[in-house]
T-cell receptor, first 112, second 113 residues
């Protein structure tokens, strides 16, 4: 079935470096995407979202890029900090639908 | 503080013993949903509710029931739990699905033996 997936299950980066977490989606009808961060023992927390009429959106230290041509989404974290260590999920929504489809997640580890 | 509250946080039960996981939100959101999270599978939607007395199945509804008698509460009911329902469960609410983000509860870790 259609799903949102992630290219890498784990990612390790040095503190202070930039992190890039990737996500591939399969449904070209998807028009709203969200990145969530899940820390150990907690529920997912919203980081940033983007709609299909945009290809880039920036927040505080985070940028989401959307490439509709290849159905690819990425999350860039600038100057990665220890507090960024978590599992990151991308989620897609189709046509104001009732269901977000989540990928399996990427675990980001920040090395000192 | 805006939040989604689930109870209990942890639960161990035996096969066949009915249980209810409660979920409450204080943001006056119309939309609420339940997800289960399993290793390597991400979050999968069990049931959702667009408003009071309006519920519908998500991707993995088998073995679960829900009710929405009040806007703030959306309990998840397992009438006869089985070991394959051992999982981490999350309740979420949002102002409008597909338009705004969902807010998640802290999770309920359920073990069925």
């Amino acid at each position: 079935g259609e799903s949102v997936g992630l290219h890498l299950p784990t990612l390790s980066v040095q503190e202070g470096d930039n992190s890039i977490i990737n996500c591939a989606y399969s449904n070209s009808a998807s028009d709203y995407f969200i990145w969530y961060k899940q820390e150990s023992g907690k529920g997912p927390q919203f980081i940033i979202d983007i709609r299909s009429n945009m290809d880039k959106r920036q927040g505080q230290r985070v940028t989401v890029l959307l490439n509709k041509t290849v159905k690819h989404l990425s999350l860039q974290i600038a100057a990665t900090q220890p507090g960024d260590s978590a599992v990151y999920f991308c989620a897609e929504n189709r046509n104001y639908g009732q269901n977000f489809v989540f990928g399996p997640g990427t675990r980001l580890s920040v090395l000192p | 503080e805006a939040q989604v509250t689930q109870n209990p946080r942890y639960l161990i039960t035996v096969t066949g013993k009915k249980l209810t996981v409660t979920c409450s939100q204080n943001m006056n959101h119309e939309y609420m949903s339940w997800y289960r999270q399993d290793p390597g599978l991400g979050l999968r939607q069990i049931y959702y509710s667009m408003n009071v007395e309006v519920t519908d199945k998500g991707d993995v509804p088998e073995g679960y029931k829900v009710s929405r008698k009040e806007k703030r509460n959306f309990p998840l009911i397992l009438e006869s739990p089985s070991p394959n329902q051992t999982s981490l469960y999350f309740c979420a609410s949002s102002l409008s699905p597909g338009v705004t983000e969902a807010f998640f509860g802290q999770g309920t870790r359920l073990t069925v033996v």
